[in-house]
C-alpha cells in the first residue's frame, strides 16, 4: 500500500501494516499551511490479482506545538532496534517532538506516572516513566512497558501533554530480548561483567577464561516469577526469574545458564547469569545472543581468552 500526496516533489510513501485493517506512513509537508492537499492511496495483492486507491482531501495545518510520534520512534533502550515488538515489562525509549517539556527524571521507585507534564500508555495502561523532556527539538520520554498486557496483538502507544496528544501503534510480544551494550546503541560491547569481579566488563582489557561465570544485562525478557508490576523494584527473595524459557551462546556454543531474571532492587534489568562454553571461541569480540522463548537478540560482543 502506497499514498501519493498531491503536492510537487512529495515522495511516495510506503505505508506499513499495523494489523486489524490499518495502514501508517508519515509524510512531512513542505508547503505552507493553508496549502490545499488530496493524499492518494493505492493498494494491490498481486497474488490474488485485486487493487484499489481511494482518496482524501484537507489543508495543511500549522501544528508546531503539537506533540508528534513517528511510527519508528519506540525502541528498547538496549536493542534500539526500530519496528521491534515490545515485550512485557520493556524498558522503551520514545522519540519524538514537543511530547515533554524541561527534563525530568525519577529520583526513586516506584516510578511515577508523571514526569513534568508527560504521561504515557500502551493499550490503555498507564506506564511507570524514568525521564521525560525536549533538547535541540528532539523529545525522549523514557517508560516501562506493563506486564498484564496480552501478547501478540497490535496496541496503541499514546504520549499526552498539556498541549494535545500524539500517538502510534506497536506490536506486543510475550519477549523481546536486547542486550545492554557499552556505546548505548545495541551493538558492540555487551555488559557482560565477569562474576568474580561485577564491577568488570569482559572486553579486551578483561576478557572472561573459558568456564567463567559471567552476567548478560538484558531487557525484554518478559513475564516473570514471581510476578512484579512495572515501576516496582525486584524482589531478592525469592528473585524474579525469567518464565519465558531462556538460553545463551556465546560464539555460537550453548552456555549453561544458571539464573534468568530481573536484577533484585531495580526494575525493567535482567540478568542472566552463565558459564562461558569450555569450547567457545577466544577473541575480542565474541558474539553473544540471548534467546527467550521464541525471540533472539541482536548478537553483541564480549571478549573470551
Request: glycine share 14%; proline share 9%.
Amino acid at each position: 500500500v502506497t499514498m501519493v500526496p498531491s503536492v510537487e516533489g512529495a515522495p511516495t510513501v510506503a505505508l506499513r501494516h499495523a494489523g486489524n485493517g490499518r495502514w501508517t506512513g508519515t509524510w512531512t509537508p513542505h508547503v505552507p499551511a493553508g496549502a490545499p492537499v488530496t493524499l492518494n492511496y493505492f493498494a494491490e495483492d498481486a497474488d490474488r490479482g485485486v487493487s484499489g486507491c481511494a482518496q482524501t482531501s484537507g489543508m495543511i495545518e500549522a501544528n508546531a506545538a503539537t506533540p508528534y510520534l513517528p511510527e519508528n520512534g519506540v525502541v528498547s533502550t538496549a536493542s534500539f532496534q526500530a519496528y521491534e515488538p515490545v515485550a512485557h515489562g520493556n524498558l522503551l525509549a520514545i522519540f519524538g517532538s514537543k511530547l515533554a517539556g524541561a527534563p525530568a527524571q525519577a529520583g526513586s521507585l516506584p516510578l511515577p506516572l508523571q514526569l513534568g507534564g508527560t504521561r504515557a500508555s500502551l493499550g490503555g495502561i498507564e506506564m511507570p516513566l524514568f525521564y521525560a523532556g525536549e533538547s535541540g527539538g528532539t523529545s525522549q520520554v523514557n517508560a516501562q512497558a506493563p506486564y498484564n498486557l496480552p501478547g501478540g496483538v497490535t496496541l496503541p502507544l499514546v504520549v499526552r501533554t498539556a498541549a494535545g496528544v500524539a500517538l502510534t501503534e506497536v506490536v506486543v510480544a510475550e519477549s523481546m530480548p536486547g542486550i545492554f551494550t557499552t556505546n548505548q546503541s545495541g551493538q558492540g560491547q555487551g555488559i557482560v561483567v565477569l562474576g568474580a569481579r561485577p564491577s568488570v566488563i569482559a572486553d579486551a582489557a578483561n576478557p572472561a577464561g573459558r568456564g567463567e561465570v559471567v552476567v548478560i544485562y538484558c531487557a525484554g525478557l518478559g513475564r516473570t516469577q514471581p510476578g512484579v508490576n512495572a515501576g516496582t523494584a525486584a524482589p531478592s527473595t525469592p528473585p524474579a526469574a525469567a518464565s519465558a524459557p531462556v538460553s545463551v551462546t556465546i560464539g555460537g556454543k550453548a552456555a549453561a545458564v544458571q539464573f534468568a531474571g530481573l536484577t533484585p532492587g531495580l526494575t525493567g534489568l535482567y540478568q542472566i547469569n552463565v558459564v562461558v562454553p569450555a569450547d567457545a571461541d577466544t577473541g575480542n569480540a565474541v558474539p553473544v545472543v540471548v534467546k527467550a522463548g521464541e525471540a533472539s537478540s541482536v548478537a553483541v560482543t564480549m571478549a573470551v581468552r
